[in-house]
Nanobody, 127 residues
Framework: QVQLVESGGGLVQAGGSLRLSCAAS????????LGWFRQPPGKEREFVAGISRSAGTNIRYADSVKGRFTISRDNARNTVYLQMDSLRPEDTAVYFCAASASPYTYVGVTRNDYANWGQGTQVTVSS
């Protein structure tokens, strides 16, 4: 089992940037495919970005964030990041980190693809 703790959320103006971090503890970090999801107010949780285990050679993004968000992982620090640039008010949500232990470099895009979740961090983008 892995424990995930997100940080880096906050209030930012439209067009600004934030970097979210998710620190993991427990099992060996490199065995996990990792993802970021978000849940806007009153809406379902949705996929944002994902990165595959080990070297992170496979990366996927939701269409709504392509070209603006960048996911990366630092295996030495047991941390996955989400760099968010050109933020928009519609990016306002609680952002969750997720992990799934797997021998495959598969990046899932649904909640069911991930067994472990952080508690979330709030991101608010003002217009």
């Amino acid at each position: 089992q892995v424990q995930l703790v997100e940080s880096g959320g906050g209030l930012v103006q439209a067009g600004g940037s934030l970097r979210l971090s998710c620190a993991a503890s427990g099992r060996t970090f490199t065995v996990y495919n990792l993802g970021w999801f978000r849940q806007p107010p009153g809406k379902e949780r949705e996929f944002v970005a994902g990165i595959s285990r080990s070297a992170g050679t496979n990366i996927r993004y939701a269409d709504s964030v392509k070209g603006r968000f960048t996911i990366s992982r630092d295996n030495a620090r047991n941390t996955v990041y989400l760099q968010m640039d050109s933020l928009r008010p519609e990016d306002t949500a609680v952002y969750f980190c997720a992990a799934s232990a797997s021998p495959y470099t598969y990046v899932g895009v649904t909640r069911n693809d991930y067994a472990n979740w952080g508690q979330g961090t709030q991101v608010t983008v003002s217009s």
